[in-house]
Structure formats: structure tokens, C-alpha cells
């Protein structure tokens, strides 16, 4: 029989394998759970980096739609500054020409008011006129009939022969008290808009002049030729020579008409006619300006054949005394204006 010592050792030995086993037992759970954890651990870190892929995915795909968004918002933002901006100026725009029609509105008002008291001023002037032209012809016939004034028999005379000289010697053609130039030398028509009085000699552009230049043509060479020698031969009795340059208000197409350039180009044009005509008595025919003065001078379109130094102008009435192309064709001269010794 076994001792208590043995049944003690046998005891231990047992206890010593069961605790054995249940550490060999658990150790081989925990690192079979180990393992199953570890593999759980494995494919959860590789399902959240690939959630953090597809997260960071979505948050780049949204940031982009997010800088788009901002982009139109900014877009919009500015068009509807424009808007309100063009609003603001349609609104500012409305009133100025509300303020501008109420002046041009005054305006006119004003502008109607005084055509009515330049209509009434015009009647009277007209009436005013008639009269001094009556006194005017009785004072005339007072001088000529009765003898009062200053002896102007001379100054008849000279202005007589020069008169009838250029006439005989030009064949000139005698309409109304008048003589004109014919273009051509055996025409029997007579140019109404170049005459020959006792004291201005006027030639239509035509006549001298191409449209638009101021060469002398040929002819026109010709005619002054015959004029300048009477002339000439008269200097002895003629105290001043004035050359005058009139036109119409035509112009180039470039100018409005009613332009300062249309205006200027006129005055232009007419001052380097008379000019050419000073040139050609003074070159051509030896009338010396240090002998006889002797002037050139442009009016442009600034006065018509029927204005007299007496008449109150306005650019309107200008415009008018050249609506139609007779008119124009009166208004483009060149006068030779003669003033004689007392």
C-alpha cells in the first residue's frame, strides 16, 4: 500500500497534468483567437482604408463641385451687379432726358417766342426799308434836278466811258440796263450771271472758274484779258480796285452745310479765286497795286447777290437765299468792284 507520501505525489502529479493540459488547451484558444483576431483586425483595417479611399474620393468629387458651385455663384453674383448697375444707370439716363426735354421744351417755347417778335421785327424793317428807299430816290432826284450835293459829273463820266469802252470793245449784250458776258465769242445768249455795271463788273464762276478750283480757264483768261485792258487804260480815273470772292454754301460731301467746315472751305475756296484774279491783272496785264490800290478779298458763302450792306443776315437767311441751284449759281461770282477819283 502506498504511503501518504506517495498518495501526495501521485496528487500533485495529476494536478500538475490537468494544469498542464488547460494551459496547452488554453494557450491554443488564445492563439487561435489571436489568429482570428488578427485576421479580423487585418480585414477591417483593409475595409477602412478602402471606406477612406472611396471617402476621400467622394470629398475631392464634392470640393470640386463645391469650387464649380462657387464659381457660378460668383459668376452670378457679378451679372447681377451689372444688372443692378445697369439698372441704376437706365434710371439715371431716364431722368437726365426727362430734365433734357423739359429744357428743350423751354427751349423751343423761347425759340417760337422770339420767331414771332423776329417775324413782327422783319415786317417793320421791311416797312422801315420802303421807306428809306422812297426818301433815298426823291434825295437822288433833288441832287440830279436841283443841284445840292457834291459835283459827281466827273466821277459819271469816268464811270460812263470805262463802261461803254468794255462794252464796245467785248460786244456785250444789252438785257434791262444791264450788259453780260456771252461764254463762247459768237454766242448771242446772254449769261445772266455775269454782268457789267457802271461800277461792278461781276463774273459767274462758271465763266472763270471749274467747279471746285481756282485755276482760270482759258476763257476766263480771255475775258479778263478784255476787261483788264479797259481797265487799265481807265487807271487814271480809278482810285481803288477791290477783287471780291463770293460763294455758295455747297461743299464737299464730308462737310454738313451748315458746318464751320462747310463755311470755311467756301471762304477758302473764294479767297483763292480772287486771289488768282489779283494775280493775273497784277502778272498778266501790269495793273501795279503800288500805282492804283488794288485788293483781294473773300466773302465766301456769307453774301448772297441780293444781300446789301444795309440787311440784317442770319445763317438761316443765307441758307435760304441758296435752297435751289439758281440761286447758287448768282451767289458763286467774282465782282470787280471799281470806286473813282471825284
Not at 489568429?35 to 477612406?52: G, P, R
Not at 451689372?82 to 429744357?103: A, G, H, P, V
Not at 464811270?159 to 465769242?185: D, M, R, S, W
Not at 482760270?216 to 479778263?224: A, E, H, Y
Request: with cysteine; charged share 25%; glycine share 2%.
Amino acid at each position: 500500500m502506498f504511503n501518504d507520501e506517495t498518495e501526495s505525489n501521485v496528487s500533485w502529479i495529476g494536478f500538475s497534468d490537468l494544469f498542464f493540459h488547460l494551459f496547452i488547451f488554453f494557450f491554443i484558444v488564445f492563439i487561435v483567437v489571436k489568429i482570428s483576431a488578427m485576421e479580423t483586425i487585418k480585414d477591417h483595417n483593409s475595409y477602412t482604408a478602402q471606406l477612406e479611399q472611396e471617402y476621400s474620393q467622394e470629398i475631392a468629387y464634392l470640393n470640386k463641385q463645391i469650387k464649380l458651385l462657387e464659381a457660378k455663384l460668383k459668376d452670378c453674383m457679378e451679372k447681377v451687379a451689372i444688372c443692378e448697375f445697369d439698372t441704376q444707370q437706365m434710371s439715371d439716363d431716364k431722368s437726365e432726358l426727362k430734365l433734357q426735354i423739359k429744357q428743350l421744351e423751354s427751349k423751343l417755347k423761347d425759340c417760337r417766342q422770339d420767331l414771332q417778335e423776329c417775324q413782327a421785327s422783319l415786317y417793320a424793317y421791311q416797312q422801315d426799308n420802303q421807306r428809306l428807299k422812297y426818301k433815298l430816290r426823291k434825295y437822288k432826284n433833288l441832287v440830279k434836278y436841283e443841284g445840292y450835293g457834291p459835283d459827281t459829273s466827273k466821277v459819271e463820266t469816268n464811270k460812263n466811258e470805262l463802261f461803254q469802252q468794255i462794252a464796245t470793245n467785248y460786244n456785250f449784250v444789252n438785257t434791262k440796263g444791264e450788259h453780260c458776258i456771252p461764254i463762247l465769242a459768237n454766242d448771242k445768249i446772254c449769261v445772266e450771271d455775269t454782268t457789267l455795271q457802271e461800277q461792278t463788273i461781276s463774273f459767274g464762276s462758271s465763266v472763270l472758274f471749274t467747279s471746285g478750283q481756282a485755276k482760270l480757264k482759258i476763257r476766263g483768261r480771255d475775258i479778263l484779258t478784255t476787261v483788264g485792258n479797259v481797265i487799265r487804260s481807265k487807271l487814271s480815273a480809278i482810285q481803288e480796285i477791290q477783287i471780291q470772292g463770293h460763294a455758295d454754301t455747297t461743299a464737299p460731301r464730308q462737310f454738313d452745310i451748315n458746318s464751320q467746315q462747310s463755311q470755311k472751305y467756301n471762304l477758302k475756296l473764294a479767297s483763292e479765286r480772287a486771289l488768282e484774279v489779283f494775280l493775273f491783272l497784277k502778272e498778266q496785264l501790269s495793273i501795279n497795286p503800288a500805282q492804283v490800290l488794288m485788293s483781294a478779298t473773300s466773302f465766301g458763302s456769307y453774301k448772297p447777290v441780293t444781300r446789301n450792306a444795309e440787311d440784317n443776315y442770319t445763317w438761316e437767311r443765307i441758307r435760304l437765299e441758296n435752297d435751289d441751284d439758281d440761286k447758287k449759281q448768282l451767289n458763286r461770282r467774282i465782282e470787280i468792284v471799281l470806286t473813282y477819283k471825284r
